[in-house]
């Protein structure tokens, strides 16, 4: 069975997300520790295949990051801010997944099991974030690769960019709407990203497109 450890501050939150968890990921054993648990852990017992901090905690995220990706372990952290320097930090490190406090139980399933599936997770409310933190390192021509869309998918990945919807996708390239949802899922599909926000943040973060 697979482990799941959740690094967070006990509270009736965290211990009813836990339990609401527990019982849609049978196959996986998910184990909670506040603070000073965690640091009473041997690292060399302590072997989750994912691993989700909350950035409310005491513990040295930075140092825990670094000790536990050596191990093969996937990162995640739970953020309450839109930003912060420390934010922009551990974007820096590209973890597996950042997730947004206030998540729905829906969400933190399906957040857990992109990146059980070696997907990088990334919440909607914090993907501006981490645009805004690769604009401003980066004013490079940007480059498509070759092999992964098509040259009309490219022009819809564009428009994503940008923040269009479908509608004015449709408007802009003279196609139908149902003609751009064939194209984003086709896109969705082919960039192995979950939604359009992990497609917008991986094609910038490639160089792929400009905003």
């Keep these: 069975m697979g482990?799941?450890?959740?690094?967070?501050?006990k509270d009736l939150v965290r211990d009813v997300v836990l339990e609401k968890l527990?019982?849609?990921?049978?196959?996986?054993?998910?184990?909670?520790?506040n603070s000073d648990e965690f640091r009473l852990l041997r690292h060399d017992e302590h072997e989750a295949d994912l691993m989700i901090i909350d950035m409310n905690t005491?513990?040295?995220i930075i140092d825990a990051v670094h000790t536990y990706t050596e191990r093969n372990v996937k990162i995640a952290v739970w953020s309450s801010e839109l930003e912060s320097d420390r934010l922009t930090e551990l974007f820096r490190l590209g973890l597996h997944g950042y997730f947004y406090n206030g998540m729905e139980i829906s969400e933190l399933l399906f957040a857990i099991k992109t990146m059980l599936n070696g997907t990088q997770y990334i919440h909607p409310?914090?993907?501006?974030?981490?645009?805004?933190?690769y604009i401003k390192v980066t004013n490079r021509k940007p480059?498509?690769?070759?092999?992964?869309?098509?040259?009309?998918?490219?022009?819809?990945?564009e428009h994503i960019v940008k923040g269009h919807n479908n509608g004015s996708i449709a408007s802009s390239l003279f196609i139908s709407a149902n003609t751009v949802n064939n194209h984003v899922s086709?896109?969705?599909?082919?960039?192995?990203?979950?939604?359009r926000t992990n497609?917008?943040?991986?094609?910038?973060?490639?160089?792929?497109?400009t905003l």
């Design 186 to 195: 086709s896109i969705l599909k082919k960039l192995h990203v979950s939604d």
């Design 58 to 60: 005491s513990i040295n």
């Design 143 to 157: 480059t498509r690769p070759s092999g992964i869309l098509t040259e009309q998918e490219w022009n819809v990945l």
């Design 199 to 209: 497609a917008v943040i991986l094609a910038v973060k490639n160089n792929w497109v």
């Design 125 to 133: 409310k914090l993907g501006a974030v981490l645009l805004n933190d």
């Design 3 to 9: 482990k799941i450890s959740i690094i967070k501050e």
């Design 22 to 33: 527990q019982e849609m990921l049978p196959e996986h054993i998910l184990t909670a520790y």
